[in-house]
T-cell receptor, first 116, second 114 residues
C-alpha cells in the first residue's frame, strides 16, 4: 500500500510556464484535495474532489485547475506560473463516509515549487 | 466560517521536559473532529492525535495528550518527556462533516533542545 504519492518532489519553473503536479492514491478514497503551505499561513485548500468527475474550489483556487477522471488520480495544473505560486504543495485523501469517516486526511510527501 | 488559531509561532523545550501547544477554534457546529498533525523537517504530514467533539474524555497517544475544552473552543496538545525527534512544526486542524473541509491553524514550530 503506497498511500498517497506525489511527483515531482521538487520543481523550478519560469514565470509563465505551465506544469502539472501529479497525485495518486491506492486506498480507494473518494475525497481528494490539494493544499498549499506558506510560512505563517498553515495549509490552505486549493481544490478538492468528492469523487470521480466532481471537483470544486477551495480557499485559494485562482491560477490552478484540477480534474478527476479516476478515483485514484487527482492532478493539479498550473496554467501560467507566477512567483506568488512559489510554495509547498500537498495532495491528500480521505474516506468520505462510513464508520471510518472522521475527517482524517492522509497526505502525500509534498512538492516544493519555485517560480522564478 | 470555521477558523483555527495557533498563537504561538515558535516554542522550545528541554529534552525530557513537558510542553503544551495551544490551539483555539471558532465554529457554530456541535459535531466535529479536531486533529494535531506533526510536520518534521522531512516535510511529511503525520497525524499525532485525534479528538471527537462528542467525547468528553481527552484523547491520549503515548506521550501525547490533549486538553479539549469544548465550551471554550480550546484544544491544546501536551507533549510529555520531550524527545529530540519531537522537533517539528505542529498543526492544529478542524473538521466538520457539513463542509467536508479540513481547516488548519498557522502552525507552531517546536524545537527540543538537548
Amino acid at each position: 500500500n503506497a498511500g498517497v504519492t506525489q511527483t515531482p518532489k521538487f520543481q523550478v519553473l519560469k514565470t509563465g510556464q505551465s506544469m502539472t503536479l501529479q497525485c495518486a492514491q491506492d486506498m480507494n478514497h473518494e475525497y481528494m484535495s490539494w493544499y498549499r503551505q506558506d510560512p505563517g499561513m498553515g495549509l490552505r485548500l486549493i481544490h478538492y474532489s468528492v469523487g470521480a468527475g466532481i471537483t470544486d474550489q477551495g480557499e485559494v483556487p485562482n491560477g490552478y485547475n484540477v480534474s478527476r477522471s479516476t478515483t485514484e488520480d487527482f492532478p493539479l495544473r498550473l496554467l501560467s506560473a507566477a512567483p506568488s505560486q512559489t510554495s509547498v504543495y500537498f495532495c491528500a485523501s480521505r474516506v468520505s463516509w462510513g464508520p471510518q469517516h472522521s475527517g482524517e486526511q492522509f497526505f502525500g510527501p509534498g512538492t516544493r515549487l519555485t517560480v522564478l | 466560517a470555521q477558523t483555527v488559531t495557533q498563537s504561538q509561532p515558535e516554542m522550545s523545550v528541554q529534552e525530557a521536559e513537558t510542553v503544551t501547544l495551544s490551539c483555539t477554534y471558532d465554529t457554530s457546529e456541535n459535531n466535529y473532529y479536531l486533529f494535531w498533525y506533526k510536520q518534521p523537517p522531512s516535510r511529511q504530514m503525520i497525524l499525532v492525535i485525534r479528538q471527537e467533539a462528542y467525547k468528553q474524555q481527552n484523547a491520549t497517544e503515548n506521550r501525547f495528550s490533549v486538553n479539549f475544552q469544548k465550551a471554550a473552543k480550546s484544544f491544546s496538545l501536551k507533549i510529555s518527556d520531550s524527545q529530540l525527534g519531537d522537533t517539528a512544526m505542529y498543526f492544529c486542524a478542524f473538521f466538520a462533516g457539513n463542509t467536508g473541509k479540513l481547516i488548519f491553524g498557522q502552525g507552531t514550530t517546536l524545537q527540543v533542545k538537548p
